[in-house]
């Protein structure tokens, strides 16, 4: 089974600053099958970058993924006060076919 | 817009059956795959399981044993029955569209389904 870690834990920010999540899979992640999704409380996840780098429909291009392989980085160029949130990665693959990490809660300093 | 809708009981009593029901408007569910994806609380999101319209299935190997999904075309809804819950399985249940390349593109709200006697 493959698993993903996602670090840190929590990142303590102040809006305007940059925003740097990280998430490491335990074994390669299959063409790049790897997205990114912001939750907010009470609230269904968001889906924000898809195929490790490629930006949803509507998301503002703050947001950005990159990575390949077993390492993959969310990063948010400047925080705006929306985007305090706690953050997904997850992947597609096979058996199981998608695992979820463990989350990055961005909150404000 | 593609929007999806949970329904279903709040409250299940342990060693019973969870069913949850999915409404699909503003797409056919004939296109992609639908899944049902949960959270218990302050937890991390699991998936659980994933069909498409012709009955292709996946499961998370952890739930393989107690769960099955299943597509009602003819309603353009689909479900999940979750067999001999215990209170490990108390969560929020979302359902999603599976698009092309693993990403879930559109939820539903979720709903929390309680597991006690």
């Known amino acids: 089974e493959i698993v993903l870690t996602q670090s840190p834990g929590t990142l303590s920010l102040s809006p305007g600053e940059r925003a740097t999540l990280s998430c490491r899979a335990s074994?390669?992640?299959?063409?790049?099958?790897l997205a990114w999704y912001q939750q907010k409380p009470g609230q269904a996840p968001r889906l924000l970058i898809y195929g490790a780098a490629n930006r949803a429909t509507g998301i503002p291009d703050r947001f950005s993924g990159s990575g390949s392989g077993a390492d993959f980085t969310l990063t948010i160029s400047s925080l705006e006060p929306e985007d305090f949130a706690v953050y997904y990665c997850q992947r597609y693959g096979t058996s199981p076919q998608i695992t979820f990490g463990g989350g990055t809660k961005v909150e404000i300093k | 817009q593609v929007q999806l809708q949970e329904s279903g009981p709040g409250l299940v009593k342990p060693s019973e059956t969870l069913s949850l029901t999915c409404s699909v408007s503003?797409?056919?569910?004939?296109?992609?795959?639908w899944s049902w994806i949960r959270q218990p609380p302050g937890k991390r999101l699991e998936w659980v399981a994933s069909s498409s319209y012709v009955g292709s299935t996946d499961y998370n190997p952890s739930l393989m044993s107690r769960v099955t999904i299943s597509i009602d075309t003819s309603k353009n809804q689909f479900s999940l029955n979750l067999m001999s819950v215990t209170a490990a399985d108390t969560a929020v249940y979302f359902c999603?569209?599976?698009?092309?390349?693993?990403?879930?593109?559109?939820w539903g709200q979720g709903i929390l389904v309680t597991v006690s006697s």
């Open positions: 999603a569209r599976l698009y092309s390349s693993g990403k879930f593109d559109h």
């Open positions: 074994h390669t992640v299959t063409s790049n099958y």
């Open positions: 503003g797409n056919s569910i004939t296109y992609y795959y």
